[in-house]
C-alpha cells in the first residue's frame, strides 16, 4: 500500500510497501516488497531500503545508504528502564547495512543511538541502545554490543564480536574475530586472545590510511611502554608523558586511557 508520497519517487515504492504520510523520503529513494516506514522517518536521497525492512518512527538516514532485507532499525531499547521517552536513531551517508541487523534507538541516558557515515555493518550485527559509531567502521557478521558501547572512526571488528556495555573501541582499531570486549581497547591497536589483549599496533590498517613509517613507529613505542615494558600502567603512563614528544598521536592515546572508566584491556 501506497501512502502520500510524492509523485516523482512513488515509481520507487514497491506497491506492498506502507510508507506513513509524516515520513520523509528524498530523491530516488527505493522501498522493496513488504517494508514498513513508520512516521518521523526522514531518508536521503539516493538510499536503498529492501524488502522486509522496518524503519521506525525517529530514525534519520542519511544520502546514499543500503538497507537490505529483514533489518529493523530504530526500534524501541530491549533495557527494561526504557519508558517510552522520546531519542532517535541516526545514521550518516553512505553506509551499507546487511541482512538482519538491528539498531536501537536510544534511550533518556543519551536520547539517541548514533552510526556515521560510510559505515559498513554486515549480517546479524546488533547495535543496541545509546551507542556511537564513527565514520568508516566495519563490524563483521554477528558482532553484538551492549548497551552505551562507543566505536572510534576507522574501527573494524571480527565476526562474532561481543562488546559490554559501556565499553570504548579506540579509532583504527582492529579486533580479532570471536573475541569478547570487556573492557576498553585504546586506539591504533590489534586486539585478540581471551582475555583480550594487546597483540601489537595495527600495521595493516594504518598502512592503508597513510601512516607514515615514523608514525607507526612511535604509535609502536608508546604502546610497548605502557603494555610491555613492566612498570605499572600508572607508571608507564607517566614515562610516556615524560619520554615522548608531544604528538596528536601520544595525546589521543594518554587522553583515550586517562578518561577510561571501564579499564583499559
Given at each position: 500500500m501506497l501512502i502520500g508520497l510524492e509523485p516523482d519517487i512513488s515509481n520507487l515504492i514497491?506497491?506492498?510497501?506502507?510508507v506513513d504520510t509524516n515520513a520523509e523520503l528524498g530523491s530516488n529513494?527505493?522501498?522493496?516488497p513488504y517494508s514498513v516506514i513508520e512516521s518521523n522517518v526522514i531518508i536521503g536521497n539516493d538510499t536503498y531500503v529492501g524488502n522486509h525492512v522496518t524503519i521506525c518512527s525517529g530514525t534519520t538516514i542519511g544520502e546514499s545508504c543500503s538497507v537490505y532485507h529483514n533489518c529493523s532499525i530504530g526500534e524501541i531499547p530491549q533495557d527494561l528502564k526504557f519508558d517510552g521517552e522520546k531519542?532517535?536513531?541516526?545514521?550518516?551517508?553512505?553506509?551499507?547495512?546487511?541482512?538482519?541487523v538491528t539498531i536501537n534507538r536510544g534511550t533518556k541516558a543519551l536520547g539517541r543511538?548514533?552510526?556515521?557515515?560510510?559505515?559498513?555493518?554486515?549480517?546479524?550485527?546488533h547495535v543496541a541502545h545509546d551507542c556511537i559509531l564513527g565514520n568508516h567502521v566495519i563490524l563483521a557478521n554477528m558482532t553484538t554490543m551492549g548497551g552505551h558501547v562507543v566505536i572510534g572512526d576507522w574501527a573494524s571488528l571480527g565476526g562474532g564480536v561481543l562488546i559490554n556495555q559501556f565499553c570504548r573501541i579506540g579509532e583504527h582499531v582492529f579486533v580479532g574475530a570471536g573475541f569478547k570486549v570487556a573492557q576498553d581497547v585504546p586506539p591504533f591497536i590489534l586486539a585478540a586472545n581471551?582475555?583480550?589483549?594487546?597483540?601489537?599496533?595495527?600495521r595493516v590498517g594504518l598502512t592503508r590510511r597513510g601512516f607514515s613509517s615514523k608514525d607507526k613507529k612511535i604509535i609502536k613505542e608508546i604502546y610497548t611502554t605502557y603494555f610491555r615494558s613492566g612498570s605499572n600502567r600508572n607508571q608507564a603512563l607517566e614515562k610516556i608523558k615524560s619520554d615522548f614528544e608531544r604528538s596528536n598521536y601520544r595525546d589521543s592515546i594518554l587522553e583515550f586511557i586517562r578518561s577510561s572508566k571501564s579499564g583499559i584491556i
Open positions: 514497491h506497491p506492498t510497501a506502507l529513494v527505493t522501498v522493496g531519542t532517535i536513531t541516526k545514521i550518516g551517508d553512505r553506509t551499507t547495512i546487511r541482512e538482519y543511538t548514533d552510526i556515521g557515515s560510510h559505515c559498513l555493518l554486515m549480517a546479524y550485527v581471551t582475555p583480550l589483549s594487546f597483540v601489537g599496533i595495527n
